[in-house]
């Protein structure tokens, strides 16, 4: 099963609104990232949150981390067409697990933004 | 720089059959990793290379698929007596190494594999 599970599974607004996409987590991680993916393809890393932080920005993007939760939340603000994709969470394990190296996913977010 | 190159981009084939598929990292990054996405979910870890060896293959489903990093560079993921179920996208990421498995990892565009 996923480590990772967004909420929602879809999200669609106008140009210009706000988009704010939630993701969950299950064991304890050293970092959660975010990633963008357009048509199914390759992946784009958006932003790192470790696990000593609780909220990180860049430019119209900003992470939340709140791991008594085991949750995070992307917010992007003032949105636009082009911001049309899938966003996924990933989380990479915590100190002693055996997933040394591994991203765990999430099933996604897909968000349209309407012109 | 060039980023991750992933060939073919996509690739048919009949089930049974033998595929390789190929991952060009960036340029001097020790950490390689191969994930497969099925339609509708995100990815899922197959496998993460430091260097020529594989330091963890416990996402790999079966003993169909392996994959190759002989010199430390390009790696192949090698799929034997292809399956309808081995259908997906495969990705491949790297990473520089230098801050261990903290580095953000740089995924290239893809293979799509379907599997007739």
């Known amino acids: 099963s996923q480590q990772g599970e967004e909420d929602p599974q879809a999200l669609s607004i106008q140009e210009g609104e706000n988009a704010t996409m939630n993701c969950s987590y299950k064991?304890?991680?050293?970092?959660l990232q975010w990633y963008r993916q357009n048509s199914g393809r390759g992946l784009v890393h958006l932003i790192l949150?470790?696990?000593?932080?609780r909220e990180k920005h860049s430019g119209r993007l900003r992470v939340t981390l709140d791991t008594s939760k085991k949750s995070s939340s992307l917010l992007i603000t003032a949105s636009r067409a082009a911001d049309t994709a899938s966003y996924f969470c990933?989380?990479?394990?915590?100190?002693?697990?055996?997933?040394?190296?591994?991203?765990?996913f999430g099933q996604g977010t897909i968000l349209t933004v309407h012109p | 720089g060039a980023g991750v190159s992933q060939t073919p981009s996509n690739k048919v084939t009949e089930k049974g059959k033998y595929v390789e598929l190929r991952c060009d990292p960036i340029?001097?990054?020790?950490?390689l990793y191969w994930y497969r996405q099925s339609l509708g979910q995100g990815p899922e870890f197959l496998i993460y290379?430091?260097?020529?060896?594989?330091?963890?293959d416990s996402g790999l489903p079966n003993d169909r698929f392996f994959a190759v990093r002989p010199e430390g560079s390009v790696s192949t993921l090698k799929i034997q007596r292809t399956e309808r179920g081995d259908s997906a996208v495969y990705l491949c990421?790297?990473?520089?190494?230098?801050?261990?498995?903290?580095?953000?990892?740089?995924f290239g565009p893809g293979t799509r594999l379907t599997v007739l």
């Open positions: 990421a790297s990473s520089s190494g230098t801050s261990g498995r903290r580095d953000t990892q740089y």
């Open positions: 064991t304890s991680i050293n970092n």
């Open positions: 949150i470790r696990s000593n932080e």
């Open positions: 990933a989380t990479l394990g915590g100190a002693g697990g055996t997933s040394y190296g591994k991203l765990t």
């Open positions: 340029s001097g990054h020790t950490a």
């Open positions: 290379f430091q260097g020529t060896g594989a330091a963890d």
